[in-house]
Structure formats: C-alpha cells, structure tokens
C-alpha cells in the first residue's frame, strides 16, 4: 500500500503534465486550418459615356480558410472592397475570383458568392422635359383648386438613353392642401421612375396651389321689374324675369333678392324693346336675367 507521503509527492507532477497536455493541444488547435464566411462589398468604376442598366451585386459572400486563431479575430469590416473596373467592360458576364480579395496574412479566400454577375450598358444621354406638380388632398369644404404652377417649369435628366426617350415628363412628390382655404406654396423633390435617370438640376422646384372659393349658382325666381323712370300705367312684359347668380358659394348664399334691383337700358321714350340689368351684386358675383330682354308698353 503507497504511503500517503508519496502520493502528495506526486501531486504536483501529475498537476504539471496536466497543463502541458491542454497547452499542446491548445498549440495544435491554433494551427488547425478553419473555413468561415465573410460578406465583403464590391465597388464598380463605370465608364463616362455609358450607364449599366444591370444590377451587379454589391456585395459578395467570400468563403476563406486558415488558422482558427487567425479567423476567430477577421472582421470583415476590416477588408478593403473588391474594385471591379469597367470603364472598358462590353456587355456580357463578368466573374469574381478569389484574387480581387486582399485578406490579412495566413488567410485565404477559397469560393466566392455570387461567382459571376451579367453586365449590361446603354449609352448615357441627356434630355430636358416639363415638371408636373402633384397635389395631395382637398381643399376645406366651399373652396377648389383654381390653379397650380411649378418653378422652374422643366428639368434636365441623365441617364439611360433609352429610359430618356420613353420619359416625356417628370412629376413632383405632391404637395398636401388638405383643408386648406387660401393659397399654398412648398419646395418639394421630384418622383422618378424606378430606373437609371438621375435629375441634374434643379433638385428641388417650388410648387404653388392657389385655392380659391368655390364656384356655384343660386336662380333666383319671379323677380319683380320696377324701374324708377317708368311711367304710371306703363307695363313691362313679362314684368317678373328669373335672375342666375354666378359666383363663389360663399358670396352667392347670403345674397337678399330684395337688395337685387332690375333696370332697364334703354330708358326708353316709347314702347319697344329693353334689356334688363341686374343691379346691387357684390364683387366677384356675376348675373344674368332669364329672359335678358322685355318689352315695354304705355311709355309716353
């Protein structure tokens, strides 16, 4: 039977072997060879007198090997972009290798996600063409949209030649006038089709909306026509007209038929034809007389 005096002796020793045993293994594992994934971004130089009309990713997911050790601490923010020059590209399909990628030392990319991209040009162009403005909403109830302008008028595009030749105008990003009464102005950015046309200039236009009352009209029946000037005895035929207001709602409503006077022109003589004229309006309310013309009878 071992003496527990030896068995303390030996303690330590087996403690000793121990931690080398997990420091080699540590040592070994550090040199093993790993694979992870990295996402790495991909820059493209375009060429002047051309615009790509594909999407080529923008991003690639790279596949790269080496020691664990060494993996366990990338940091794919520390990767420089993948450049891709395609000044001189023609249309067709270009492939990614593991050459574009610049990894820190004892690292390798073995595969590249996506491994080619298609790649089609067309010829970049120029065009000017109108601005519409778009409005959102209504105006307050009695009012309406007299008029929208846009400053300046036109803009000038580039970009795809033959996405320009199809664009005969661009329109704005709308200009909201919900309950509005009065008239609106706002500097708003323009709406362009999904495609590859940029704005040049401006970048912003300034949109006005003038909203006015609302136009309406209100007939008034069997309106009395008394002149001042005629004769006692004298008749006018027929001697009651119907008269139709024209005007904004707001000013038409409130209009009193006994503050409407009916004249005559003429001031005729003798008998014959008169026309008749409204009188007492406010401003901004127009009138007409149904039947616009009478006849009178009995002047002396």
Do not use: C
């Not at 303390?8 to 093993?32: N, T, Y």
């Amino acid at each position: 039977m071992a003496s527990p005096v030896v068995e303390s002796k030996e303690l330590p020793l087996k403690l000793v072997s121990l931690l080398i045993a997990v420091g080699l293994f540590l040592i070994v594992r550090s040199d093993k060879d790993a694979v992870t994934a990295v996402s790495v971004k991909v820059v493209y130089t375009l060429p002047k007198d051309k615009v790509l009309i594909s999407d080529p990713p923008l991003e690639l997911r790279v596949s790269v090997r080496g020691p664990w050790t060494r993996l366990s601490h990338l940091d794919a923010r520390d990767i420089d972009p993948i450049r891709v020059d395609l000044t001189r590209a023609q249309a067709g399909v270009i492939n990614f290798d593991e050459g574009m990628v610049r990894l820190p030392p004892g690292i390798r990319a073995v595969s590249m996600t996506p491994a080619e991209a298609r790649l089609d040009f067309d010829l970049r162009g120029k065009r000017e063409v109108p601005i519409v403005a778009r409005v959102d909403g209504t105006p307050a109830e009695g009012f309406r949209v007299a008029r929208v302008t846009v400053k300046p008028e036109r803009a000038r595009l580039e970009g795809a030649a033959r996405e320009l030749d199809l664009l005969t105008r661009v329109a704005t990003r709308p200009l909201k006038i919900d309950g509005t009464r009065g008239t609106i102005r706002g500097d708003v950015l323009f709406e362009l089709p999904a495609g590859h046309i940029e704005v040049l200039d401006p970048q912003r236009v300034s949109v006005e909306v003038q909203v006015v009352p609302a136009l309406g009209e209100r007939v008034l029946d069997a309106l009395p026509i008394k002149p001042a000037w005629l004769d006692r005895g004298a008749a006018v035929d027929p001697p009651v007209v119907k008269v139709v207001l024209h005007g904004p709602v707001e000013s038409i409503e409130p209009i009193s038929p006994s503050k409407i006077t009916l004249e005559l022109s003429p001031k005729s003589r003798g008998s014959g034809t008169a026309t008749v004229l409204v009188r007492g309006l406010p401003d901004g309310v127009t009138a007409e007389a149904r039947p616009s013309t009478v006849q009178v009878r009995g002047v002396r």
